[in-house]
């Protein structure tokens, strides 16, 4: 680690600089899923490498447990790892926030007013939670019956609102932005019917599925599996339907009524439990910095997960502008190509043309207790099966699989680098 003082150039001295900044290699920004697995690969495949990781967070989670942990399968604090147990050794961790970045001079800026300048930057802080998009929902949260799988400070009201359900209406929500997981609403809706057809009142409860989706599944074939299931727990599909507003004290949701992509009509739906899945977009900081591109997110090239202006700096997960399902799953596949284009980089000066993220996402959709459906598809919406089974049909192996093998697969293979 070098220390770099005051020669950051004229721009710099202008703002505070604080003498601790420091120089590395490999800048990481996040510590989340892509960040950890990313410096993990540099780590082992480069032996004793410069790698930092500035990551605000006391805390990672395994969110692709959360489903499990709202339907009351899984303890919630069973997806949670402390931060300084899964940063890899040899990492340095820089406990701070990122708020600027300054490409043209290999230096990001954090909250603290500190100033870190890099060879190679790997930007992966996720994807933001817009929970004041929705009025009454911020304020809401976690009480009158308003839920959501999407928060971890209130996964356990999750669990409290479908065991509390005796009769009436369950709204479950899916907004009109990009968002993580493109199977969770759906997931905790099926669980949460599961439960009340095994305590025998499914048929006193309307569920319905509330979309600002035009299909109940972009992947025509998971679509079509998908069709018997809601049909099971008589699901009322509602497409087109963006949840617009909440009135909490009247247990009302309100939803704009989408035509092509536009609001023409307005609906209020009266509720007992509503499961929300929150807007979301890229992080502020991203959007309004010089890598973003139209919509936000980090502009990167979508098969070497290169950015599109600086050579230097890659971006993978859920903030990158690559058109894929926002899945921790497409990250393992995107962390070899950033991993390997960053060595063949450093190595030859050029990327490894054998390398190309094919838009592998994959979306293991719980559809009742011992049953998932396991979708794995590619930027093309082609079905890429891992296994030479017919993943359309629901499995209690892959239920078993996503369950109990894949978070130890998670927190031993793939946060180590081995995955
Ligand atoms: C309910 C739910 C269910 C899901 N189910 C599945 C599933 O079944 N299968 C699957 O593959 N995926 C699933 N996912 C999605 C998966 O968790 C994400 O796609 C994955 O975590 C993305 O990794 P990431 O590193 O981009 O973001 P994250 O893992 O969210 O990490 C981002 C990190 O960046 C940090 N950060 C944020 N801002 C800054 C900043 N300014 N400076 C520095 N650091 C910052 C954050 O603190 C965080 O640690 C699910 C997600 C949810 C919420």
Redesign the pocket.
Known sequence: MEKLHTKLGKDVDSKKINPFTAHHKFLI?????????VAAQLIKKLKKTDVAI????EV????????FN?AGVLNKEKSQRL?KNVMPKNAVWIK????EFEPERNVVV??SGDFYSYEYLIV?????IDWDAIPGLAENIGSKGICS??CYRHIDYVNECIQNMNGGTALFTQPNTKF??G??PQ??MYLSSDIWKKKGILDKIDVQFTSAGSVIFGVKEVAEALGPVVDRYNVDVKLLHNLKAIKADEKIAVYEILKDGKPVDEVEIKYDMLHVTPPQSS?D?IKHSPLSDAEGWVDVDKHTLQHNKYQNIFS?????STPNA???????KQSKVVTGNIISLLKTGKLDSSLSYDGY????LITGFGKLILAEFDYDKKITPSLPINQMKERASMYYM?KDL?PLMYWHGMLKGRA
Not at 60 to 67: F, L, S
Not at 326 to 332: E, F, L, M
Request: aromatic share 8%; proline share 8%.
């Open positions: 920004v996040g510590g989340g899923t892509a960040g950890i697995t500035i990551e605000p967070s990672h989670y395994y969110q692709p447990m959360w489903t709202g931060m701070d926030r990122v708020t954090t909250a992966a802080p996720g994807i933001q799988i999407y993580k997981c199977g969770a997931k905790i992080p900081f993978l997960g859920d903030a990158g926002k899945t921790g799953a497409s990250v393992r996402g994959s979306c293991p996503k894949l």
